[in-house]
């Protein structure tokens, strides 16, 4: 179900690309599992996963759109993005929120960043529907809600 663009609703950091660049019809059904993966994000790291889901966001270029937030996360985008980040002056206060986003995902496990990876496809017709994230590993219960318990803090 196509639904028609009517302008930017909502906030940017739970936003889908579709909506944010928001010119054509897009599919309310993606859209919904796109911003449940960024609660889903918010909620296993405490940390936003991207300011704007547009390219000029360094963690949206990095995280998204280069597979920084999966489970093989070095490939040459990312390393392209990290060599822009890191090399470029202009960039410097976007150094520490990418090293602090990038030490959560290594407490991520792996079928949660699996989960995250698919609900995070820029292309909408690739990304999971809900079927997909309720029968992946994580939304089976094949894993834990909460971070490494090694990490967690007592309670």
């Not at 093989?72 to 929120?97: G, H, K, L, W, Y």
């Not at 995070?120 to 094949?142: K, T």
Request: overall charge negative; hydrophobic content about 40%.
């Amino acid at each position: 179900r196509l639904l028609l663009p009517q302008g930017r609703y909502g906030k940017c950091p739970y936003m889908s690309p579709e909506v944010y660049i928001s010119r054509s019809a897009f599919d309310g059904f993606a859209l919904d599992v796109w911003a449940s993966g960024c609660i889903m994000y918010n909620l296993l790291t405490g940390q936003f996963l991207f300011h704007e889901p547009y390219p000029l966001d360094v963690m949206f270029r990095y995280f998204v759109m280069a597979k920084g937030l999966s489970n093989n996360p070095i490939n040459e985008r990312t390393v392209e993005v990290m060599m822009d980040v890191f090399q470029n002056d202009a960039n410097v206060s976007d150094r520490q929120p990418l090293l602090t986003r990038a030490m959560c995902h290594i407490q991520l496990s792996a079928t949660a960043t699996l989960l995250l990876e698919n609900m995070f496809a820029i292309n909408p017709v690739h990304r999971y529907a809900l079927a997909d994230c309720m029968e992946s590993s994580w939304g089976q219960g094949e894993d834990r809600l909460w971070l490494d318990p090694a990490n967690r803090p007592n309670q």
